[in-house]
């Protein structure tokens, strides 16, 4: 965490204004060296698996590997980052490489977590950024970004976790009417108008996303992990996403369309012969725009926005979590339950970026409140308090013990609540 007085200041000076690099601002790191060897270690299992998306970036030199990437990629049996890079060194016979992993916070909560933790001091006074954000991880001892000189559209701010960071950047205006620099390398002319950022283990470099940079070797192994922010104020699209969703599961119900053929003959037909498909299109749009389930389905999107703290891909459910009556959960206040309820009498929930929904008992509501208040509470009192059968207007509503014992133990899997073991460690 870093203080308000910090994030106020920072916010007026250099946010979005200027690079700069923090030495040292933590009393404890980000993350281990350690501790993001495992993250890696488990995006490069599921790549092995088949789950490829979002892809797992290998370079050799400024080359992109994209066949048999997984031989480059860690196994637990390496170890360590250490003993990962000395194995990947001796396969390259010393060529220089570099790994990027983007939507890292999915394969490591815990670091996921520190980072929200990090950003809370920025979104106090700034907002939610409306767009996604990414965490990435740079791995390498490449001589320069392998991709290159760029500009992205993000706010970055970049942890180095192992080595030495060395980032050179530039204003916009450097390269404003320079396309032909975009990815490129030859930009030593150019030096004498950019910011040099050194930075150690530990230490925190900021750019904003006015500026172009490029990442340079210092000769050794490097680590670190960008937390990119899209502070842009246009539409935030990976929302509307689940409106695209609705349309095209309406369009595949009302059945398929044969291949129209081209006339060549007659080609100012062929808009006439395309007027079915694009008319049944034209109903569908129509159609998805007058039910009500468009508004909850943009409410739950953003709700789950809002949990997930803006990001990406976050971490999958864990397994099904079993508490006891002695065991007490928690929730963090700083970051609390979302929820709404529908017109189908029943609340949906959203936890870390996950949504799912619930009967709209009115205990439901009063459950959440509670927890949200960050206090620790004991299982057994919780499903002994709001079970029960409660009557709203015409309508009786009943929960079970066993159905708030089964809405904890979700919560629980979706990391939104903390849980203490009870005495017999179970």
Not at 267 to 277: K, N, P, T, V
Not at 372 to 377: I, L
Not at 418 to 423: A, G, I
């Amino acid at each position: 965490m870093l203080s308000p007085e910090f994030w106020r200041s920072f916010t007026e000076n250099q946010f979005e204004r200027s690079p700069l690099v923090l030495k040292q601002p933590f009393s404890t790191p980000l993350a281990t060296t350690a501790e993001v060897f495992q993250g890696l270690v488990n995006a490069s299992e599921q790549y092995r698996a088949g789950i490829r998306l979002p892809p797992l970036r290998f370079y050799i030199g400024q080359a992109w590997q994209q066949a048999e990437i997984g031989n480059y990629l860690l196994e637990a049996a390496d170890g360590s980052l250490a003993c990962y890079a000395e194995r990947i060194s001796r396969k390259l016979q010393g060529r220089r490489f570099g790994l990027i992993v983007n939507e890292y916070q999915s394969y490591n909560p815990e670091i996921w977590f520190r980072i929200r933790n990090f950003l809370r001091g920025l979104y106090a006074v700034v907002g939610i950024p409306p767009n996604q954000s990414d965490t990435t991880i740079f791995l390498g001892n490449y001589e320069r970004t392998p991709f290159g000189l760029h500009k992205d559209p993000l706010s970055v701010f970049t942890f180095v976790i192992e080595g030495q960071k060395r980032i050179v950047a530039w204003p916009d205006e450097v390269f404003h009417d320079r396309p032909e620099m975009h990815d490129s390398l030859d930009y030593e002319q150019f030096l004498g108008r950019a910011t040099v950022l050194e930075a150690a283990a530990g230490d925190l470099i900021y750019w904003p996303s006015s500026h172009w940079h490029i990442a340079e070797s210092t000769g050794e192994l490097s680590l670190s992990l960008t937390v990119g922010i899209d502070f842009g104020f246009y539409s935030p699209i990976h929302i509307f996403s689940s409106v695209v969703r609705m349309l095209q599961n309406r369009l595949l119900s009302s059945g398929t369309v044969d291949a129209q053929p081209l006339d060549y003959e007659n080609r100012h037909q062929s808009a006439d012969r395309l007027h079915g498909i694009i008319e049944r299109a034209a109903q569908a749009l129509s159609d998805v725009s007058r039910e009500a389930e468009l508004e909850q389905t943009l409410r739950v999107a953003w709700m789950n926005h809002v949990t997930s703290f803006g990001f990406d891909g976050v971490p999958p459910p864990l397994p099904p979590i079993r508490l006891n009556d002695q065991d007490a959960v928690r929730v963090d206040s700083n970051f609390p339950l979302m929820w709404l309820t529908d017109d189908d009498d029943e609340i949906i929930c959203s936890a870390n970026g996950h949504a799912f929904s619930i009967t709209a008992h009115p205990n439901i509501a009063k459950l959440f409140e509670e927890l949200n208040k960050g206090d620790a509470h004991l299982v057994k009192r919780l499903v002994r308090e709001y079970a029960g059968t409660k009557r709203v207007a015409d309508v009786e509503y009943q929960l079970s013990r066993k159905e708030i014992r089964a809405l904890l133990e979700k919560l629980c899997s979706l990391r939104a609540i903390h849980r203490q073991l009870s005495k017999n460690g179970s």
